[in-house]
Nanobody, 123 residues
Framework: QVQLVESGGGLVQPGGSLRLSCAAS????????MGWYRQAPGKQRELVAT???????NYADSVKGRFTISRDTAREIVYLQMDSLKPEDTAVYYC?????????????????WGQGTLVTVTV
């Protein structure tokens, strides 16, 4: 189906910036929406931002005005520019791709996840 590989995580001081990238491969024609989620230690995975094939975006309230999601639909690479980072942004960030395709009479759902990349914001 679809494989997702994230990159760009690391250690940054509060107020700093990082850019995450996620490259999709395989059956990328199945992809409609792409997005970023994160999971902090001891917490549930939460939505950070999503972007449709038409580049409509959605953000969690906690990151609005600080994070920007963008997408290269030709190569199916999604980016997350993270500015003004805070310690509470520390988490493993996961790339996600959703979509599907009808083959014959059957709908095949796509819900793929990357392996995650760690972002640590600390002094």
């Amino acid at each position: 189906q679809v494989q997702l590989v994230e990159s760009g995580g690391g250690l940054v001081q509060p107020g700093g910036s990082l850019r995450l990238s996620c490259a999709a491969s395989g059956d990328i024609f199945m992809i409609n929406d792409m997005g970023w989620y994160r999971q902090a230690p001891g917490k549930q995975r939460e939505l950070v931002a999503t972007i449709t094939r038409g580049r409509l975006t959605n953000y969690a309230d906690s990151v609005k005005g600080r994070f920007t999601i963008s997408r290269d639909t030709a190569r199916e690479i999604v980016y997350l520019q993270m500015d003004s980072l805070k310690p509470e942004d520390t988490a493993v960030y996961y790339c996600n791709a959703k979509g599907g395709i009808t083959i014959g009479a059957k709908w095949n759902t796509l819900d793929a996840w990357g392996q995650g990349t760690l972002v640590t914001v600390t002094v």
